[in-house]
């Protein structure tokens, strides 16, 4: 029977696109809640005539409901939905050979940074690091095959120049991959710049509830998406049943919980870069990002995370120590507030000599706005910022360094 609500005529507003999901494929019953076929295999009609699932490796209508949802929101031809970010990271860099050229930005995730480590190490894989956000792209050189670049960037929320980068990459016949994580759809839509394909860890803002491990990438292209479906089944590496249906039910606030955590995180941002006992505050809703005006022409919104400097490693340590109301954790996009230290926790793989290049500040605490109010995460802040063995004023900042990242050039 036809869902009258996917085909009632005019093209439905943004908040009407999320929250409907198409049923489960061949659901009978209309549930509005999308069933969880907890199963390994189907049975088949005879031993000759296979039915349309036939291993959960494989297929599983639950994961399938799920894939179609974010390919829809994505603008996407077809989604792979994967046990971890890591996983969706691992597949994309699956489709080059020995010997083929990744480039990547130089601000990544530290577990990005460590499988492209082992790439170069153990796969013969030329993986080179550039300054994609304020280097020029001569870095994207012919006989590059794959680009990768985070939207924004993680800790330090740089907006790499999404359409410039992929002119380029179809210049030089590359593919770009571009991890949204930080931004979700609700914000930001990479295919719609050029990007080949979109991939988000799922376990941060899509699933919104820290219950989830999880990574979706979603392709422009059928050719794209048909190596990476036959990646997830030939390497295993699908999300199970139980784990898709908590991320589609996670997936049903994304738009309400991102609206509501960002406009937090923006408030929280301006306080603290009014504070003269802080030294530098990243995030690209004030107008001293430096690429305030680049990430507003492309995106609808700074996210929900907010990093900043103290000037001192062990003050910044004890102030995430004092802080009561957020969890010490690496993650973020959750509807609780969490706070790191990414030079100790999320990027501490990160080999120092990158750490350097990358101007990773040692003293960076990144803080996750979740769903408290924005006045008692503020009070809590306050505290920690004001106890008193911290009141010392922090150590100027470096020439260049003040709210933005200091250009590295390779
Ligand atoms: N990409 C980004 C930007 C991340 O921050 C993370 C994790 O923090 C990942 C990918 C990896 O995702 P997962 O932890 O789901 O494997």
């Given at each position: ?17 999320y ?17 969880i ?29 799920l894939?179609?949802?974010v ?10 939905a994967l046990a971890s970010g890591v996983a969706a990271i ?19 995730y530290g577990g990005t ?39 924004l960037?993680n800790p ?23 991890d949204a994580t930080a931004m979700s759809p609700w914000l ?11 991939l988000h860890s799922a376990t941060k803002l899509l699933s919104g509830h820290g219950d989830v491990t999880a990574g979706v ?22 999300l199970a049943p139980f784990d898709s249906w908590l991320l589609l039910r996670g997936m049903r606030t994304l738009g309400v919980r991102v609206d509501r955590q960002q406009?937090s995180a923006?408030?929280i ?34 996210g929900v995370v907010v990093s ?12 995430v120590?004092?802080l009561q109301r957020f969890a010490i954790a690496v993650s973020f996009g959750s509807v609780d507030s969490t706070a790191s230290l990414p030079?100790r926790m999320s990027h501490a ?16 605490i990144r803080l996750s706005i979740g769903l408290e109010d924005p006045?008692d995460l503020?009070?809590d ?30």
């Open positions: 029977m036809p869902d009258q609500r996917h085909s009632s005529g005019a093209e439905p507003g943004k908040h009407t696109r929250a409907l999901l198409e049923g489960s494929p061949g659901d009978p019953w209309r549930a509005s809640s999308p069933p076929y907890q199963t390994a295999t189907f049975e088949q009609e005879s031993p000759e005539g296979f039915g349309r699932y036939d291993y959960a490796r494989s297929g599983n209508p639950t994961r399938e409901t894939e179609r949802h390919a829809r929101l994505e603008g996407a031809v077809g989604c792979v691992t597949a994309v860099t699956r489709l080059l050979v020995p010997g083929d050229r990744l480039v990547a930005h130089l601000d990544l940074q460590r499988l492209l480590s082992c790439l170069a190490g153990e796969r013969g894989i030329d993986v080179v690091h550039a300054d994609l956000v304020d280097g020029d792209l001569d870095a994207l050189s012919p006989g590059t095959r794959l680009v990768l670049v985070e939207s960037t330090l929320w740089r907006a790499p120049d999404l359409r410039a980068i992929a002119a380029r990459c179809r210049a030089i016949g590359a593919l770009l991959a571009v930001q839509r990479p295919l719609s710049f050029g990007a080949d394909c979109v990438i979603s392709s422009a292209s059928e050719d794209l998406h048909r190596r990476l479906a036959f990646l997830q089944n030939a390497e295993g590496s699908g406009e923006t408030r941002a301006a306080w603290l870069a009014r504070r003269p006992d802080v030294r530098a505050v990243h995030q690209p809703s004030l107008p001293s990002h430096p690429d305030v005006l680049r990430h507003a022409a492309q995106a609808e919104g700074p900043f400097e103290t000037g001192d490693e062990e003050r910044s340590l004890e102030i120590r004092r030079c793989s990160v080999p120092p000599e990158l750490r350097a290049l990358r101007a990773l500040p040692g003293d960076l006045a503020m009070a802040l306050a505290q920690a910022l004001a106890a008193p063995s911290l009141r010392a004023s922090p150590s100027p900042a470096p020439e260049g360094r003040r709210g933005r990242w200091t250009p590295v050039s390779m």
